[in-house]
């Protein structure tokens, strides 16, 4: 009995200490724990009581019970979540681990009007699961995802004042899991995780407030450096990256591609450079010596050489609602591998530019570029519930273009190398009126920038001087009203687009035309028409309903059409000897139900 007395006081001294020391790494879990903790404040100091809101300034909307993202003056996404452990006297330790997660279950078909196998990309019976053909042309043009993926973001986040005074520095290892691949059972484990941004941050404060600092930072990216790119839309942006979604300015890239990243942020304006390496596998000459005492020959050997890519930037601000960006970059791409050009450089420089107007509302920008961070000082942007206020006029328009300059091999002149330029250009206007928001957008992208990561149709190579290319075009408008009594927002989008080509000029030797054009959609996604067949304009359009079911959970439907004439496939002659290529029907109308959680 007393050795019992003596086990169970033992375990009890045990599990008090544990219950002591559980508060500091332990991430908060329960509802009531969601309000932020006070910025830069000991653990045992109260957070301050929130100031009343006026109630002619009353913010109506959806509030997140998770709030995922504000920014930083570098535009950095963080979470108003964190706990603080003293480690020394005058010193605050501020660490901790969060997600950000999207689970969505969705429900439907993308096309009822075709049997499966008729059109690519193949469209299957009505099932659970997300489609790429549930993305229309003109969504989400600011991302990379669609919104409907379930993927989850792991971050473990730190942070700390420097032994110099003004000085911080913080960390975070982001890693993105993809469940929908998980789920797959490919046993790829490469595109189930991969590295979202890790990086180390030293920041030097020289003025500014909490949550407008100014100062140098120098950020390091370990692992990868996608988030770090030029332009300013997302589907026009470059620089980046991520090789599985063919958006990687490193053809051939082996592995991941990491830099640095060194910012000065003052009052009004910012500027930054920073450089980028990464492994390619490209042709090297060789002296290999005769065995026979004969002398010496030249041979080529392939093999992983490191690629540099630079860039550079600044902004500032005209007036409060008038901004100036431009940015340039230089990248290495290897070397070419043809014999008449064997071992010299492939390379791409070029420049992006933005002019923005606001009023009301903050620069436009992507939280694909952002950082994950967790300070709770920043001022909440990125990623939050859209917030309303009755009578309250917004607006934000932005124009930006890009241009790039790519050495490639001429494709008319043996031996020798090129210059091929590639442009895009968007323009953008984004308005809110009380509970009415509305978006207008026109994208142009020439065909060498919608293929420039390839880079060019025929890869390495220009375009021929005898082909014919037309640029791609589009124009969209969206809008939504939201209702507050009933938490429902009715949407309506719709777009026209006219796709990029190629078109190869040719007759037979009996005079007769046989002229070919190609659409190209995007790297890898083209489709042939029939001979003497041109493009034609691709209608899409969306109507949507959303009901906000609580602060972390909404359900959404929606009906879509889409109007395609440029769709074809090969079916045989009458006399089922010869291929043809022909068109479908143009028409692909499809439907979802959805409910998503985000936290």
Known sequence: MTRTKVRIRALGKVLALGALCAPTAAFAQDADEDAPSPPEAAPELPPEPAKPRPPEAEVKGPEASHSLAARSPEGDVSVQKRQATPT????????SDFVDTRLTWTLGDDDFLHPTGEAIPLSPNFSIGDRPQYRLFFDNLNSRFSGRENVSHLVLYGKMPG?????????ALVMRVNMTSLASQSNNV??????????????????????????????????????????????????????RINQSIFPRLQGSAPGAKLQYDGKGFYAFGGFKTASIVEVQRRIVESGSGEGATTDTVRVAETNYGFLGGLGFDVTDGFRLDGGAGYFQQGRFEEPDVLGERVYTFGFSGRVVLHDGMPVPRSADFALYRNDPNAPTELFRPEQYEAGKFAWAIAA????????????????????QLARAAALQANLKYGFLRTSVSAIYRDLPYVLRNQP???????????????????????????????RLTPGFGAG???????????VDLFGQDTSRTIVVREQGNLAFLPVGEQRVPILQARAS?????????????????????????????????????RFISPNFVGYGLAMQARF
Do not use: C
């Open 545 to 581: 309903l959303k009901w906000d079911l609580s602060p972390m959970m909404s359900a959404v439907t929606w009906l879509q059409y889409r109007r395609d004439n440029n769709a074809t496939r090969l079916e045989l002659d009458p006399s089922g000897t010869v291929l043809l290529r």
């Open 400 to 419: 930006e273009g890009s241009q790039l300059h790519q050495n490639l091999k001429d494709f008319d002149r043996p031996g020798a190398t090129d210059i």
């Open 88 to 95: 020394q006297p005058g010193a605050v330790r501020a660490h």
């Open 456 to 486: 060019s149709f025929i890869p390495f190579q220009t375009i021929p001087d005898q082909a014919k290319t037309e640029d791609e075009t589009f124009f969209a408008v969206s809008t939504d009203y939201f209702i507050d009594s009933a």
């Open 190 to 243: 490469n595109s189930v995780l991969e590295d979202a941004g890790s990086y180390l941050r030293v920041f030097y404060k020289t003025g500014g407030d909490e949550q407008k600092a100014e100062g140098a930072s120098l950020v390091l990216y370990p692992i990868d450096t996608d988030r770090f790119r030029l332009g300013y839309l997302y589907d026009i942006s470059w620089g980046g990256t991520n090789a």
């Open 496 to 506: 026209l687009q006219m796709p990029a080509t190629f078109r190869s000029e040719s």
């Open 163 to 171: 032994y110099i005074e003004n000085l911080e520095t913080d960390a």
